[in-house]
């Protein structure tokens, strides 16, 4: 993992469950230079019903921010945790700041005023007082096979989005989906991992009838990594800066007349 300055930290805010990006100049950042686009999710406040116009925040799948996570690219943020930190203002420092400015209105008026309302705001919390999960919150994501078939992609510049309208787990784009149609429905696999037969002909027809490639991989679990070496070398990935060595098979399904 790399360590960033925490005001170089793309905030990512943890809410019942979800992982949301609320700043645009992260969304961008994001976008433009770690191949992430999440899923808008903001509706207009007027037209709450519709999906056709969507905007912030834009929502990412766990693996999504536990890669950016283990990279040192974001932190997480408890915002639940972080707005009761707001809301526990005691009453009696309340009291006390509203009693300090009425006296200091007092004595700058030299009478009370009638009708003048003294008014009292909570301060905000700041974004560094906001409370950071540590990486520990999502290491459940990291030995996952949805997560090992992801960072494969990932590393090899594909934009993944989820895969559920197509029956997959992920999506598979060459580029930013704004420009590009994606390649592959993904399927992540345990490296001994069975599939029914079944399942093999339907996702490889199901491929085909959207134009796109059926994709199953898994990691090769240390013990497999020489037999898998002997038999194909290319199938070995260099290791790239602080990462260790990622040793990962896929394959491609593809019907009949595919194409």
């Known amino acids: 993992m790399v360590d960033n300055d925490a005001a170089d930290l793309i905030s990512i805010s943890f809410i019942d469950g979800e992982y949301f990006v609320f700043d645009i100049e992260a969304v961008k950042r994001l976008r433009n230079h770690h191949h992430v686009a999440g899923i808008l999710v903001g509706t207009l406040p007027q037209v709450p019903q519709q999906s056709t116009f969507l905007g912030l925040p834009v929502q990412l799948m766990p693996e999504e921010a536990a890669l950016l ?12 945790s972080s707005h009761e930190v707001i809301l526990a203002v005691d009453e009696n420092d309340i009291d006390e700041a509203t009693a300090k400015l009425k006296i200091n ?12 309302l003294v008014s009292f705001t909570t301060p905000a919390i700041s974004t560094a007082n906001r409370i950071a999960l540590s990486e520990s919150s999502v290491a459940a994501v990291y030995d996952t096979p949805r997560f090992d078939v992801y960072k494969y992609l990932h590393k090899r510049g594909y934009f993944i989005s989820p895969g559920l309208r197509f029956g997959s787990q992920f999506l598979a784009y060459p580029g930013d989906p704004l420009r590009y149609h994606s390649h592959y429905l993904v399927r992540g696999l345990g490296y001994g991992e069975e599939f029914s037969l079944l399942e093999l002909v339907g996702s490889g027809r199901l491929g085909t009838g959207v134009k796109k490639a059926w994709m199953v991989g898994g990691h ?7 037999k898998l070496a002997a038999l194909d070398s290319s199938k070995i990935i260099e290791s790239e800066g602080d990462e260790s060595i990622e040793d990962f098979v896929s394959f491609c399904v593809e019907w009949a007349g595919f194409g």
């Open 220 to 226: 090769v679990p240390d013990d497999d990594q020489h």
């Open 69 to 80: 996570v283990q990279r040192g690219v974001a932190r997480i943020i408890d915002e639940g």
């Open 105 to 116: 209105e007092l004595e700058s008026t030299g009478s009370e005023s009638q009708g003048q």
